[in-house]
């Protein structure tokens, strides 16, 4: 369990009473929807930086290999380097949560505290208002110009919160999605994705669980999407379905069973990078793991090393020591904003000189889009399960999405809703640049730069309403975010089709900010694990012994 977990938060009353209000309601279907896919991971500075004491220590070390960040990139990197017998450390900025049943690791939407957020004094979830002392709590919210990444703060990254949804794109959209990868996809088909599936030990929903009085929701789901012209299609999942028997059978307190999953699932029986990847990685005794590290800068010395700056901190953002780290080789896997952000200062600040003007472009949302489908004919039931296993593709689109069905982590009191989330392939024109007043770089996403998609997947929601009942609510229309931030440095320009970054030897991207902003209108975190397991073979067999 973290340290000081919970302290007690103040909440300020919600307009109506106890009632579900309008912004409630939007907020907690954008919530169900919100984990719905794989989140980036990151060790990068958070906007909130508290202050340090008056004397902080100081203390320099060397390394061989050091890995930042510990999401889907990260986790396969570690393994992969320590199997080839590389010493190698790894750098998180958040903390450990163990699970097991009836933990109480995470926290539950009916009673959101401050383990929900990185270093905020206040909740980043929409409908929630109140106010706690900032902890190391596990979603970042990344503000930009006309889009907010959402992204995982945590020792596993994005892969303790999202719904764990493992969707393999096919040949021809993943070509759409990343063209100078294509030749890559029979390699990947053939041997990468089977490797992750196995490591993640993915299923979709067994019978028995679906037909459960909380899977009504996901039935409904089911029946009414091919009226709308969607092919139904089963979410694979690293779920291990009997910690779901368990709850069904009264044995566990629910939080599958009720979609409660938004921050991590309490009960265990998810193969999330941590106890997957990580743990593997561990148990070959070649990895360390250093949490609360944030990493504020990279640079490159007169001897052509890697000199990480890099802050320890305690669970309130705190700096206890400042640490300088010599690496021989750096591979960064802190996500779409937290890699993105780190080379776009390195650039700005001449730390690494020569780096590729690329860097900082072809970012993309994944095409997100959340909505909640409230008053619906059927009946979705008051407690929603989970995670997203059900979901529907339409085969006649122009551009390829994906929509896919999320329970309501909460009752809804009375009132019909479920949230459908929507993504697809998207035009790649988001771009980042140094502030130097906040020391950061900033997206910006051009307004409307996925409007042909969005009109797409709006239309298709309005046929799910016309077809099933009820009205469809763009929870995203006056605020666009994205839970998949994908692209910054990408692929073919800024790196080579294994991650090196152009023009600097032991220097390695093999995340989310090398795909140029899609994944084959599927969520990303099976693409990004597949192109680490691919690019970590290359490395291992041309790199180790020779660069590093």
């Not at 912004?23 to 907690?28: E, I, S, V």
């Not at 049943?101 to 004094?121: G, V």
């Not at 085969?395 to 993504?423: D, E, M, R």
């Amino acid at each position: 369990m973290p340290e000081n977990p919970s302290d007690t938060p103040v909440e300020r009353p919600l307009t109506g009473g106890g009632s579900v209000t309008r912004r409630k309601l939007f907020g907690t279907a954008a919530l169900g929807a919100a984990v719905a896919g794989g989140l980036a991971a990151g060790s990068v500075a958070s906007p909130a930086r508290a202050a340090a004491p008056a004397a902080v220590p100081t203390s320099t070390q060397r390394e061989r290999a050091v890995v930042i960040g510990s999401g889907f990139g990260g986790g396969v990197t570690a393994l992969r380097l320590a199997q080839a017998g590389v010493s190698t450390l790894v750098l998180e900025r958040g903390i450990r949560w163990p699970t097991g049943p009836n933990a109480n690791t995470f926290s539950r939407f009916a009673n959101i505290d401050n383990r929900s957020s990185w270093l905020t004094d206040h909740a980043v979830v929409g409908g929630v208002v109140k106010n706690w002392d900032p902890y190391v709590g596990v979603i970042e919210s990344v503000p930009g110009n006309n889009m907010t990444i959402n992204c995982g703060a945590a020792y596993g990254g994005g892969s303790l919160m999202y719904h764990g949804m493992t969707l393999q794109p096919t040949k021809q959209h993943f070509a759409q999605s990343i063209p100078v990868a294509a030749g890559l996809y029979d390699e990947l088909n053939f041997w990468a994705y089977p490797m992750v599936a196995r490591m993640l030990g993915i299923s979709t929903i067994p019978n028995d669980i679906l037909n459960t009085d909380p899977y009504k929701s996901s039935r409904l789901f089911r029946d009414v999407a091919p009226q709308a012209g969607l092919q139904s299609v089963p979410v694979p999942l690293p779920i291990d379905w009997n910690f779901v028997r368990g709850e069904l059978a009264g044995r566990y307190t629910p939080t599958y069973t009720t979609s409660d999953i938004a921050f991590g699932v309490n009960n265990g029986g998810k193969r999330s990078i941590d106890v997957t990847y990580l743990a593997a990685a561990e148990a070959t005794g070649r990895v360390r793991v250093a949490t609360l590290h944030v990493v504020r800068d990279i640079s490159l010395d007169s001897l052509k090393r890697w000199v990480l700056s890099v802050d320890r901190i305690d669970t309130g953002g705190v700096v206890q020591e400042r640490k300088t780290i010599i690496a021989n080789a750096v591979f960064l896997n802190a996500g779409s904003a937290g890699t993105t952000r780190l080379l776009v200062k390195a650039k700005a600040k001449g730390l690494v000189p020569n780096l590729p003007d690329s860097i900082g472009t072809q970012w993309g949302n994944n095409g997100d889009r959340i909505f909640a489908w409230v008053g619906m004919n059927g009946d979705p039931g008051t407690a929603q399960g989970g995670p997203a296993c059900v979901g529907g593709r339409d085969p006649q689109a122009t551009i390829p999405y994906t929509v896919i069905h999320a329970g309501s982590p909460v009752p809804t009191n009375g009132q019909k809703v479920l949230t459908v989330v929507g993504l697809g392939i998207v035009n790649p024109v988001g771009t980042w640049a140094y502030d130097s007043a906040k020391d950061d770089a900033v997206l910006t996403w051009p307004t409307g730069a996925d409007a042909a998609l969005q009109q797409q997947i709006a239309g298709k929601m309005q046929q799910l309403a016309q077809v099933g009942g009820g009205m469809m609510i763009d929870t995203n229309a006056q605020a666009q975010s994205t839970w998949h931030p994908l692209g910054g440095v990408p692929m073919g320009s800024a790196v080579d089709l294994y991650g090196r970054v152009a023009g600097h030897r032991g220097l390695y991207v093999l995340d989310g900010s090398r795909i140029p902003g899609s994944t084959g209108a599927c969520n990303p975190s099976m693409t990004i694990a597949a192109l680490a397991e691919h690019s970590l073979a290359t490395i291992v067999r041309q790199d180790v012994l020779r660069v590093f």
